[in-house]
């Protein structure tokens, strides 16, 4: 979990199965075929509790039931998420279009709250052939979408490549954009957004919580734990600038705050500073 | 003589021109006449670098304050630096 706040995504190779895989393309087909049809198969409507979404018989209900898929989803929405929606993107072999940089939706709330974007990807995807490319650790910056059209390229961005099974977790508001796919094959991939329900503090396994927690005197110019959740939260980017980069510390440590509900918790002093300064003059 | 401009713009981890580059995105009035960049990613590790390989500073990002209350959010890339090249569009060299 600190790694999806300090990075904005999480990977887990191939963890859906190869029949799952190889059935959910074919209903990928028949979504992008009929869901502006007047007749055929539907999404389900916006709002609808993801337990109530793609009944049986379906490839991607049977997909978002798996076990695995599950824990992955309550991990960061809770049990039983709100569907927002969701979307095949399917790109053919030799497209060219590159799609320019963006968040989805709009500029969102200040509060640390956020949904998550599951990205399926139920084929291999060779590298450079149409997997999504995506910023690491853009997700906390508050941007009007269109405004990334101008980045063409970023130091540290990455493309997605993998084996078939693989999902993606994106924050919502990762940056990331589709490309040009050069390969012989179609590229389809599902990817579903999901609002939390409720709170999403200590949601997943937390068994290490204790182990790998840092009091708030955790800094990087004192004393540090080798190993622990600061450790992680200071992971800096190669796109970012120092300032970019402390201010990033100080929007992961409230959104690890709000994870954990533990709001003493600071990684190298910086909101324990202020507010205890803030304290001296009152309110 | 018919020129053509290619805008270069540069992103940097400072507010220097020798600052280190981390990002950037070319836009070609030549549509391809004239000369590329270098293949190196990024293609100039500053922005001087760029500079000796003859584009012009056209703008360079101003310096501002944050706006109270907004001192730890971060937005855009903050350092943006735009350059141009003029080309002659019949000889697709740069003009001299």
Redesign the interface.
């Known amino acids: 979990m600190a790694e999806f706040v300090a990075n904005g995504f999480i990977r887990f190779e191939a963890i859906v199965p190869s029949d799952v895989n190889k059935r959910g393309i074919e209903e990928m087909r028949r979504l992008e075929l009929e869901r502006f049809a007047p007749e055929g198969l539907k999404p389900p409507h916006t709002g609808t509790p993801l337990d109530e979404c793609y009944p049986a018989p379906s490839v991607i209900g049977e997909y978002l039931r798996l076990p695995q898929i599950r824990g992955i989803i309550e991990s960061f929405v809770g049990p039983n998420p709100t569907f927002d929606h969701d979307f095949t993107h399917h790109i053919q072999p030799h497209a060219t279009y590159t799609q320019p940089l963006h968040v989805d939706a709009v500029t969102d709330s200040p509060d640390t709250t956020f949904d998550v974007q599951l990205f399926w990807y139920p084929h291999d995807v060779a590298p450079g052939e149409g997997g999504t490319r995506f910023v690491p650790g853009s997700h906390?910056?508050?941007?009007r979408s269109s405004?990334?059209d101008?980045?063409?390229?970023?130091?540290g961005e990455k493309q997605f490549a993998g084996p078939a099974g693989t999902v993606v977790v994106f924050h919502h508001g990762l940056w990331h954009a589709g490309q040009p796919n050069p390969g012989d094959a179609d590229r389809w991939m599902h990817k579903v957004r999901l609002n939390p329900a409720v709170p999403q503090v200590r949601l997943w396994n937390t068994d290490d919580f204790a182990e790998l927690q840092n009091p708030p005197s955790d800094h990087v110019f004192a004393r540090m734990l080798p190993d622990s959740v600061a450790q992680i939260l200071r992971t800096m980017h190669?796109?970012?600038?120092?300032?970019?980069y402390r201010?990033?510390q100080?929007?992961r440590a409230k959104l690890w705050r709000y994870l954990t509900g533990d709001d003493a918790y600071d990684v190298d002093h910086?909101l324990t500073r202020l507010e205890g300064r803030a304290a001296l003059v009152g309110s | 003589m018919t020129q053509r401009q290619q805008i270069l713009?540069l992103?940097?981890?400072?507010s220097a021109l020798d600052s280190g580059?981390?990002?950037?995105?070319?836009h070609d009035g030549t549509d391809g006449a004239g000369v590329p960049l270098p293949d190196a990613?990024?293609p100039y590790a500053t922005g001087v670098a760029a500079l000796r390989d003859g584009w012009m500073l056209l703008q360079s990002s101003q310096l501002s304050a944050p706006f109270p209350g907004n001192e730890?959010?971060?937005?855009?890339?903050?350092?943006e630096f735009v350059f141009e090249r003029r080309v002659d569009a019949a000889t697709g060299k740069e003009r001299s």
């Open positions: 906390l910056r508050r941007v405004g990334l101008r980045y063409q390229h970023i130091a190669p796109w970012m600038s120092i300032t970019d201010n990033e100080i929007q910086y | 713009y992103w940097a981890n400072g580059t981390v990002g950037w995105a070319f990613k990024p730890h959010l971060n937005d855009y890339l903050e350092y």
